[in-house]
C-alpha cells in the first residue's frame, strides 16, 4: 500500500490580500479572493500533507485537514508565515500589499485642512524572507506572480531576485483575479512549462502533485 504523496510533509501557504490600516476604521486593500491559495492548500492537505494556510482578509471556508491562521496585515502575515516555520514546501500564493499606511491612531476627520496626505512605507517581502530562512529555509520555495505582459521574462527576474526556486506566473491581463479559472507558466531555472487555461482547483491539483514529484 502506497502513503499518500505529501504524507509527512509540512507546506506553509499565504493565500488572500491584505488589509493596511489607515486608521481605525478604514484600510488599503486589493481585489485578491483568495481562491488559488486555498485550493493549493486543499490540495496538498489531499495528498497528505499537514498543511498550515496563512489567510487574509478572505471569505473562504477553511479545507478539509487545513490549519488555518487569519491575518490582516502584510506585517502580520510575515509574523505568522516565518512563525509555521520549519517546513518542506513554503507556497506563497498571497497578493501582499506593497505598501502600508503610516496609520493614524484616530479617525481620520475630513477638515478645513483638506485630504489626509498618506504616507506609504515599504511592506516585507514574505516570499524573500521565507527563501532567506537559512537554515529554516523550506526545501522547496514557491511563489507567484501576477503579470499582464511580458509574463515569463518577469516570472525569471522575480525567481532570481525573491531566490524562489519555482515562480508560477498567471497571466492576469483576463479576468483571473477573483474568477474561476487560471492560466499559468511554472518557470524554474532549468525552464517553463505553460499550461491551458483551467479551473484554479486543478491548476491546484497539479501543482501539488509536482511538488510531491521534486520532494521524491
Ligand atoms: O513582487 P510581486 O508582488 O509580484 O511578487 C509576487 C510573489 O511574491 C507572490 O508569491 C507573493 O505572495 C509574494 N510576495 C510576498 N510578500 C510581498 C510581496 C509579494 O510574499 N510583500
Not at 517546513?87 to 477638515?111: S, T
Not at 483575479?177 to 511554472?186: F, L, W
Not at 525552464?191 to 520532494?215: N, Q, T
Request: proline share 6%.
Amino acid at each position: 500500500l502506497n502513503a499518500p504523496a505529501l504524507a509527512g510533509r509540512h507546506v506553509v501557504v499565504t493565500a488572500g490580500p491584505t488589509h493596511e490600516a489607515i486608521d481605525p476604521v478604514r484600510y488599503l486593500a486589493n481585489r485578491s479572493s483568495g481562491r488559488q491559495g486555498f485550493a493549493i492548500a486543499a490540495a496538498c492537505a489531499a495528498l497528505g500533507a499537514r498543511v498550515t494556510l496563512v489567510a487574509g482578509p478572505v471569505a473562504l471556508p477553511t479545507p478539509a485537514g487545513v490549519t488555518r491562521v487569519d491575518v490582516e496585515s502584510a506585517r502580520e502575515m510575515l509574523a505568522a508565515t516565518m512563525g509555521a516555520l520549519p517546513a518542506d514546501v513554503a507556497v506563497m500564493v498571497a497578493a501582499v500589499a506593497d505598501w502600508h499606511v503610516e496609520a493614524a491612531a484616530g479617525k481620520l476627520k475630513k477638515g478645513r485642512d483638506g485630504p489626509p496626505q498618506l504616507r506609504l512605507v515599504e511592506n516585507p517581502d514574505i516570499l524573500a524572507s521565507v527563501a532567506a530562512a537559512g537554515p529554516a529555509r523550506p526545501r522547496l520555495v514557491v511563489g507567484f506572480a501576477a503579470e499582464t505582459d511580458d509574463v515569463i521574462a518577469h516570472a525569471r527576474a522575480k525567481l532570481e531576485r525573491k531566490g524562489a526556486d519555482w515562480i508560477v506566473a498567471n497571466d492576469v491581463s483576463g479576468d483571473v483575479m477573483g474568477g474561476a479559472n487560471n492560466r499559468v507558466h511554472v518557470v524554474r531555472a532549468g525552464g517553463v512549462e505553460s499550461w491551458d487555461e483551467m479551473p484554479k482547483a486543478d491548476v491546484a491539483a497539479r501543482l501539488a502533485a509536482g511538488i510531491a514529484d521534486e520532494l521524491g
